[in-house]
């Protein structure tokens, strides 16, 4: 079993940043495909960041790609989304995801999920 916990949410202005954090229960994190999806009101739950267990690699979507970030830091156990340039378009429900297939994650059947951690982008 591995438990998330997101955290660094909230109220930004456009064009500000913020940090998620994403922390893992389990020591192994680095074994498995990490990722973030957002939920804004009304909408599907969308992928918007993805590092890969195989080869490291990320992934974004065009909406994201050049202003959000994916890390983490096996030391910590931690897995962050660093968010530059916000629109009020990246509004909405942020949640981290754990699964040892990059495929799975990617497809949104991830088998460990966050909570979840609101952010706002508002003037």
């Known amino acids: 079993q591995v438990q998330l916990v997101e955290s660094g949410g909230g109220l930004v202005q456009p064009g500000g940043s913020l940090r998620l954090s994403c922390a893992a229960s389990?020591?192994?994190?680095?074994?498995?495909?990490v990722g973030w999806f957002r939920q804004a009101p009304g909408k599907e739950r969308e992928e918007i960041s993805c590092?890969?267990?195989?080869?490291?690699?990320?992934y974004y979507p065009k909406s994201v790609k050049g202003r959000f970030t994916i890390s983490r830091d096996n030391a910590k156990n931690t897995v962050f989304l660093q968010m530059n340039s916000l629109k009020p378009e990246d509004t909405g429900v942020y949640y981290c995801?754990?699964?040892?297939?990059?495929?799975?994650?990617?497809?949104?059947?991830?088998?460990?999920w966050g909570q979840g951690t609101q952010v706002t982008v508002s003037p």
């Open positions: 995801a754990a699964d040892g297939r990059e495929q799975t994650l990617r497809n949104g059947r991830s088998e460990y």
């Open positions: 389990r020591s192994t994190l680095d074994y498995y495909a």
């Open positions: 590092l890969s267990n195989s080869d490291g690699g990320t």
